[in-house]
């Protein structure tokens, strides 16, 4: 395989630049308000779709950009960078893995039907994957689609699904043959206005207020076989190729978060005084700057190194799992340094660092928990 050519910086920093100005404009004066809110709202998808910021890499056939992965990185690293975390959050599920299940796995018909609304915002996408018995361990999922003729009827309850809410249709992962274990797993498209499918509440969380995060509920569902994605039994194996790339972007995120956190201290440091003079005179202020500096480029280093790797499909399972481990330690370490350095501020909600550390606490745990990262990226080296 021929390496793809990657952008160049300047072509990164136009675009860059034209998510950052959306942002200011559109975003930032109104997302506290949605934080108090606890969730943003349907007509900031449309939004997003009209400026070019959702699916850019879909390939023009299906109403995308054929832009470079590299650009979709960018909207999540800047929307995280901003600190609206639960936005980066929905725009990544969206964009970076509904979209990518979709046009790797779906028919024609699937394609032509969902991607171009999902580039416009016209439809909002979902996957539901976690079950209240069932996190990062699918295997241990208990939702069943028992076939009857031609059509599929799903039974069963998912927690903790992003864009829940505002979701048009779901991926759902589905038990086809419970005796077959991973075999037997099956994937479903499920349009949100069949009868049967019920949203739960929008679940409360310690960060990501404004997050659309919701259980699902599936009473006797009826679909048909074309809504399958993937083929009968192969549902295991298509999440474990798709998660690659989920895991990648959790760490593109959190790579911009910390960013987002390290550029707002900073700007605290050199006003804040103490003892009459500014905070970041004092060595331990300098010295913990410094090290966070480090921890950062370090990680947005591996980030870039997998994204290229992900661009050429080089980026192994295990890659991508040891990127979220190391991105997303690095986020939770880097909000609680900066937090610190605020003091008393920054337990006070006025402050955004008060708001990145709470939402840096879920990416250890969504997309795999930090242990099982471990545990993946240890069968590489050791094997089970």
Not at 59 to 68: F, K, L, Q
Not at 247 to 268: C, D
Request: charged share 25%.
């Amino acid at each position: 395989m021929s390496e793809k050519v990657l952008l160049t910086v300047e072509e990164k920093e136009l675009f860059r630049d034209t998510v950052c100005k959306f942002l200011d404009r559109e975003i930032e004066p109104y997302y506290e308000d949605w934080e108090q809110d606890e969730l943003w709202p349907r007509k900031v998808w449309k939004q997003l779709g009209e400026n070019g910021f959702l699916c850019v890499d879909m390939p023009s056939e299906y109403g995308g950009y054929d832009a470079s992965f590299e650009l979709s990185c960018v909207v999540t690293e800047e929307i995280a960078r901003a600190g609206y975390g639960a936005l980066a959050s929905g725009v990544s599920v969206h964009s970076d893995i509904v979209a990518s299940y979709i046009l790797h796995l779906g028919s024609e018909q699937q394609k032509q039907k969902l991607l171009p609304k999902m580039v416009s915002g016209d439809l909002v996408g979902a996957i539901a994957m976690t079950e209240p018995g069932a996190g990062s361990d699918l295997q241990g999922m208990s939702t069943s689609a028992v076939k009857e003729g031609d059509d599929y009827i799903i039974n069963g309850q998912k927690m903790f699904i992003t864009n829940g809410q505002h979701c048009d249709f779901i991926i759902v992962a589905t038990k086809t043959d419970p005796k077959l274990g991973a075999r037997g797993m099956t994937l479903f498209i499920v349009d949100c206005n069949l009868e049967g499918f019920e949203r739960g509440r929008n679940l409360e969380k310690i960060g990501l207020h404004s997050g659309d995060t919701s259980e699902l509920f599936f009473q006797d569902v009826c679909v048909s076989a074309n809504d399958n994605l993937g083929g009968e039994g192969q549902g295991f194996i298509n999440l474990m190729n798709e998660l690659p790339r989920e895991r990648l972007i959790l760490g593109v995120g959190s790579v911009g978060a910390a960013q987002g956190m390290l550029e707002e201290t900073v700007s605290y440091v050199l006003e804040r005084k103490v003892f009459d003079k500014p905070l970041s005179m004092f060595q331990n202020t300098r010295y913990v700057l410094a090290e966070i500096k480090t921890e950062i480029e370090l990680n947005r280093a591996l980030v870039e190194k997998y994204v290229s790797r992900y661009v050429n499909g080089e980026l192994t399972p295990g890659e991508a799992s040891l990127c979220k481990l190391a991105a997303s330690e690095m986020q939770g370490r880097v909000a609680d340094k900066c937090l610190q350095l605020f003091g008393g501020y920054g337990y006070m909600r006025e402050y955004k660092i008060s708001r990145a550390f709470l939402d840096a606490r879920v990416q250890r745990i969504y997309g795999g928990t930090s242990e099982i990262m471990k545990e993946l990226i240890s069968r590489d080296l050791v094997g089970r």
